[in-house]
């Protein structure tokens, strides 16, 4: 008896075309597949699927601009949460006040656009970070904040 693929001289024309092709499919879908199925584990489960969410940071030149940010970005729903850190201190200059913002991956280069659009600096600083891991049920009240 023998075990595993068969040869292609076993194969009629058409029955190694198909095998061929099932092949390949199996290959350039297992990707899909597997994300697919993270994404259905991860709601059913409540896991989470590594850099979905993005942790982004802004620095701002005092406490009234972190507050126009914050609420504009928390107001237009480019992110959950808006965390102002006062009191930064850089070795390149003074003192800057920093912002945390919890958001959904995709939704960075929204944010960043929006910061370039409102901050006084020529050069705003709009650096993210993908968060790999986290409490879940905090992770999923983002993505339920955040729309895609």
Not at 35 to 62: D, I, K, Q
Request: net charge positive.
């Amino acid at each position: 008896m023998r075990i595993g693929l068969p040869t292609a001289e076993t194969l009629q024309g058409g029955s190694f075309k198909a095998l061929l092709l099932v092949m390949l499919l199996s290959v350039f879908m297992f990707q899909l597949l597997r994300t697919v199925g993270l994404r259905a584990f991860s709601m059913a489960s409540e896991t989470y699927t590594s850099g979905t969410h993005s942790a982004a940071f802004v620095t701002c030149p005092n406490d009234t601009v972190a507050r126009d940010l914050a609420r504009g970005i928390v107001e237009k729903k480019l992110a959950a949460c808006v965390n102002i850190v006062p009191a930064i201190k850089s070795m390149y200059v003074s003192h800057y006040m920093s912002e945390m913002i919890k958001t959904r991956s995709s939704k960075v280069p929204a944010l960043a656009e929006y910061v370039r659009s409102n901050h006084p600096y020529e050069v705003a600083e709009v650096i993210s970070l993908p968060i790999d891991q986290g409490n879940p049920p905090y992770l999923k009240w983002i993505g339920d904040i955040v729309p895609e």
